[in-house]
């Protein structure tokens, strides 16, 4: 796989520049918007932080709000990939029926021009976390492994589900339902160990494992749990492979059903 995408990497960068460029294309905020949603995210979660202070009587400091504006970016990269990518199929028949080439391309360039905006947002989050003195260590170096295992879960079920709408066209309804109720059950505006021994159900969702890792090197400054970086790393790895070998087995089958 990877050897057939380095072919045809020149098709992959243009795919991806093609999905950015048509998101922004006559934006008035142009990529100001890859910051907008993720603020709005933000502020959301602060408040329904800030509710939960105020009923339990403990202030809400500098840190909490941190740490839920340093996990809204990873999840909000999550949700907008799956979104784009279940479609990337099906919405460029002509690509798929006409022409060869290894058809992962087309959802991980949905997934690629989801990265840029998150790499833009990232920056931004980056300086407001010096602002506000959250400061940085040598637990930051777990960071790039954190972002390539929530890569690898992103590109898995990417190829899973692009594969399966193009089959059953109400998958992305499904994925839509699955991705809308999902943060209630992912800890992107709570910490998993508020809700005690209910902790570890929640942390079987890769997501919320990266996630809970991502919040402990980047804001408490403090190693990941090892055993849940453990698991999320076989889980990512399993997901793509699976993924992959899906796309891959039902690529012939394509054309025909498009």
């Known amino acids: 796989m990877f050897a057939e995408l380095f072919k045809y990497r020149d098709l992959l960068f243009m795919l991806t520049l093609r999905d950015i460029r048509i998101r922004y294309k006559q934006a008035v905020m142009g990529f100001v918007w890859a910051i907008f949603m993720p603020i709005i995210a933000v502020l959301a979660g602060i408040i329904i932080k800030k509710a939960m202070a105020i009923v339990s009587g403990k202030p809400m400091d500098m840190a909490s709000v941190a740490s839920i504006s340093v996990k809204v970016l ?5 949700i907008s990939s799956l979104r784009l990518s279940v479609q990337s199929l099906v919405g460029n028949p002509n690509l798929v ?7 992962e391309v087309l959802p991980l360039a949905s997934i690629l021009a989801c990265l840029f905006d998150f790499i833009i947002a990232s920056i931004a989050l980056f300086i407001l976390l010096m602002i506000i003195h959250i400061g940085a260590s ?5 960071l790039p492994v954190l972002l390539i295992f929530l890569f690898l879960f992103t590109a898995g079920l990417g190829l899973l589900l692009s594969c399966a709408n193009l089959f059953f066209r109400d998958v992305k309804h499904i994925v839509e339902i ?15 160990s508020t809700f005690g021994r209910m902790k570890n159900i929640l942390l079987l969702n890769p997501v919320g494992s990266i996630l809970e890792c991502i919040n402990s090197v980047v804001v408490l400054h403090k190693t990941p749990g090892m055993f849940w970086l453990a698991y999320a790393g076989i889980i990512s790895v399993l997901i793509f492979i699976l993924g992959y070998r899906f796309f891959h087995n039902k690529e012939s089958s394509f054309a025909e059903n498009i």
């Open 74 to 78: 990873p999840w909000t990269f999550f």
């Open 97 to 103: 029926t006409k022409i060869y080439f290894p058809r």
């Open 138 to 142: 040598l637990y930051l170096l777990w």
């Open 178 to 192: 699955v991705l809308m109720f999902g943060i209630f059950f992912t800890p992107v505006f709570y910490e998993a």
